[in-house]
């Protein structure tokens, strides 16, 4: 119900007459009287006997003013509150797979002047979940989001074959998808985004790969990978000291899609917003993430 009619109601009570309830609530008095009239209908009782001399309050109008007095307090305290909202920055709580928090997110929170009060690592198939769930505000993922769930793709990054500098491949180029069948290849497991892009890259390319590891993170198929164990795919930067192999199909890259999601009707929607510029301002501003394409 709209509030003007009870500002209108309280108006009344506290003037005695239409006409300086209309001037008290800056509006004509056939405006004033309309409203009335309304609320009159919807508690389906007159409020005001009316004469010549003014206005006077019904038993019924006595017993509605505590509730209209109450209403209108409560309907101030949330406007307040909501302006507090917009107008106050609210910390945000992100989540992303553990590669993209470490080489990304966490070296851009010090350098931006944005809140953050936690960063929830956590395996991409989950994402979107906490999305939805609402329990984080924003999350990046290499994977596309559910239809119903805010989103924009902020960047794609090249895949790579992490290779050790003795083995003859470490002097290649580059290396074709179709080369990857007679490889020893490790990879992350299918609760990684980009595992479940390379396989649906391979699989539209007719590409049929046999892998020799599975493993949950990039820096363990980097040990193996040290150790004699095979190539690791990944779109990670090398921690270890193994040679960067460009992954083409028929000479060109091929990439993973990170997407941000938020949840919808967010409260700080614009704040959310913000972050993503900022974040991919940032990324593009760094020499060391120029193989990183943003959009």
């Known amino acids: 119900m709209d509030n003007s009619l009870f500002e209108s109601f309280l108006a009344v009570l506290e003037t005695g007459t239409a006409t300086a309830a209309a001037d008290k609530c800056y509006i004509s008095q056939p405006a004033l009287s309309r409203q009335i009239r309304t609320l009159e209908e919807r508690c389906r009782t007159p409020l005001f006997t009316r004469s010549k001399s003014g206005m006077v309050p019904t038993r019924a109008a006595r017993q509605l003013e505590p509730v209209v007095r109450d209403l209108l307090l409560h309907w101030a305290s949330a406007e307040l509150a909501m302006s507090a909202l917009v107008d106050r920055k609210i910390p945000l709580t992100l989540a992303c797979p553990t590669m993209v928090a470490e080489q990304l997110v966490l070296p851009f929170i010090p350098e931006s002047d944005l809140l953050v009060s936690d960063v929830l690592e956590a395996p991409s198939i989950d994402l979107f979940s906490l999305v939805s769930e609402r329990r984080v505000d924003l999350a990046f993922a290499p994977l596309l989001p559910p239809p119903g769930i805010p989103s ?19 002097q290649r180029s580059s290396i074709d998808i179709r080369e990857l069948p007679d490889l020893e290849l490790i990879v992350t497991d299918r609760t990684s985004g980009t595992r ?36 690791v795919i990944s779109i990670d930067r090398a921690e270890f000291d193994l040679v960067e192999v460009p992954l083409l199909d028929r000479g060109r890259p091929i990439f993973v899609e990170e997407w941000a999601a938020w949840p919808s009707d967010h409260y700080a929607e614009e704040q959310v917003r913000s972050f993503i510029s900022k974040f991919t301002t940032w990324i593009r501003s760094r020499p060391e993430y120029a193989d990183i394409v943003i959009g």
């Open 152 to 170: 924009k793709r902020v960047f794609r990054i090249p895949f790579l074959v992490l290779i050790p500098r003795d083995s003859d491949l470490a």
């Open 196 to 231: 479940l892009e390379l396989d649906r890259i391979l699989a539209l390319s007719g590409v049929q790969v046999k892998y020799r590891h599975e493993v949950s993170r990039t820096r363990i198929g980097e040990a193996l990978a040290l150790s004699g164990r095979g190539q």
